[in-house]
């Protein structure tokens, strides 16, 4: 299974970003959690056996409310195949 780690840049918190990115994972069956910073950024971990999919996901992201003014991720280290959550302010 392949995992990333991503971070939203924008105006991504208090416009339903972390329900799009979830109800998006979930359909995809993307495994993972979402999360907003404190600075006022969105991140999360997603994981998919087909890193197609998991691209794919990754992409569509990026389009959703709000405005993202800046996108990046990378590699992570594995983390727990099972529903996409929404997680607590970090």
Excluded at 3 to 25: D, I, T
Excluded at 62 to 85: C, L
């Amino acid at each position: 299974m392949e995992w990333k780690e991503a971070r939203l840049v924008g105006h991504v918190q208090g416009v339903g970003y972390r329900a799009f990115v979830q109800r998006l994972a979930r359909e995809m069956g993307i495994s993972g959690e979402v999360w907003n910073t404190r600075a006022g950024d969105v991140e999360l971990l997603a994981g998919h056996h087909d890193p197609v999919i998991l691209r794919t996901f990754l992409e569509m992201i990026q389009n959703g409310p709000g405005r993202v003014t800046s996108f990046s991720h990378t590699s992570a280290a594995p983390g727990e195949p099972g529903e996409f959550v929404i997680g607590s302010t970090r």
